[in-house]
């Protein structure tokens, strides 16, 4: 029995104290207010340790004659180891009277996980309007004033006016001036062309400056390269290679065997695509020396290739010119 007793008791005393550790209020800035005149309604929370608030749903009313105009957003201040959580609301009302603002419930959860019931106070708040003196006699309607025009109304008028007179000066000027004066052919300068290997090496450059292997972006290091040798690709054979995969790449250069590219430079090309697509879709980890040589095989694909074709354009053209003089020769 005397532990049972205790047992009571210390729930008692807990709840009591926990009870007494929260504290939750209402507050009017201004309960006596004009028609239309604003005030601040104000619920706070305060608290000796840190909890969660469920709010009260508060909508656009408090009661049928308050409207609330504003709902600000919940802060939190601490001071001298309390926590004062506060909600503050603007309302109006535009019926006079005496209108009583209601108790709200707060569902309050402690560090524990324990959720208690709390209750603000009801406040009242009084809405009245203008006295009217009633004693006094009706007064006639006063007649409309007429007041001075001041500069600042006409000033907006008259700068008006100048832009338009402003434009109109222009467009005379324009229109006189072409018809004295020729026009003068406009000289377009054409951009010059890069050349494929020229804009293949010098991304190559880039690419290696930007040091992306060494920083963690080797995928994206050698996407980069087979991007740059696709366009190179594109650009000296005529293959669409940006939009191909790797094996129609090499099909379409496998045309071009002999005359545009030799059979070592076509394997390089080809270890250079497969092992990026290793690397890009996370088959094969890289070790820095296979992350350096892909670059330096990217620079003799491109440098060997655009040799090989400029060789074969000129044995060619030599061929030809010896044929014609054959021709010549014969036909004499």
Not at 33 to 61: A, R, Y
Not at 249 to 264: M, R, T
């Amino acid at each position: 029995m005397k532990k049972l007793i205790i047992s009571l008791f210390f729930v008692a005393f807990t709840v009591l104290i926990s009870a007494q550790s929260v504290r939750v209020s209402a507050t009017l800035d201004n309960n006596n207010i004009l028609i239309g005149q604003q005030s601040n309604f104000n619920l706070s929370v305060e608290s000796s340790e840190e909890i969660d608030i469920k709010w009260p749903e508060i909508g656009d009313t408090i009661i049928r004659e308050i409207e609330v105009v504003e709902k600000k957003i919940p802060d939190t201040v601490k001071s001298e180891g309390k926590y004062v959580y506060n909600r503050e609301f603007v309302l109006t009302s535009f019926d006079s009277g005496y209108y009583a603002i209601p108790a709200y419930e707060f569902y309050i959860k402690d560090k524990s996980g324990e959720e208690q019931l709390y209750e603000s106070n009801a406040l009242l708040l009084e809405v009245h309007t203008i006295a009217i003196d009633t004693t006094a006699g009706i007064k006639p309607i006063v007649d409309v004033m007429n007041m001075p025009v001041t500069f600042a109304e006409i000033a907006p008028k008259i700068g008006i006016g100048l832009l338009i007179l402003a434009v109109l000066a222009v467009i005379i000027y324009v229109i006189i001036y072409f018809k004295k004066h020729k026009k003068m052919p406009t000289i377009i300068r054409n951009k010059p062309i890069i050349p494929a290997n020229r804009l293949a090496l010098d991304s190559l450059y880039l690419l290696e400056k930007r040091k992306l292997w060494q920083n963690g972006g080797v995928k994206e290091y050698y996407g980069e390269i087979t991007d740059i040798l696709r366009r190179y690709i594109a650009g000296m054979f005529g293959v669409q290679a940006v939009e191909m995969i790797t094996d129609d790449i090499f099909e379409q250069l496998s045309k071009y065997k002999i005359d545009k590219i030799s059979n070592e430079d076509y394997d390089l090309g080809r270890n250079i695509f497969v092992l990026s697509d290793f690397v890009k879709f996370a088959k094969h980890q890289t070790e820095p020396d296979e992350n350096m040589k892909v670059l330096e095989d990217a620079y003799t694909f491109v440098k060997n290739t655009w040799k090989y074709i400029k060789d074969k354009t000129a044995e060619q053209s030599a061929e030809n010119n010896s044929k014609r003089l054959t021709e010549n020769k014969d036909a004499k």
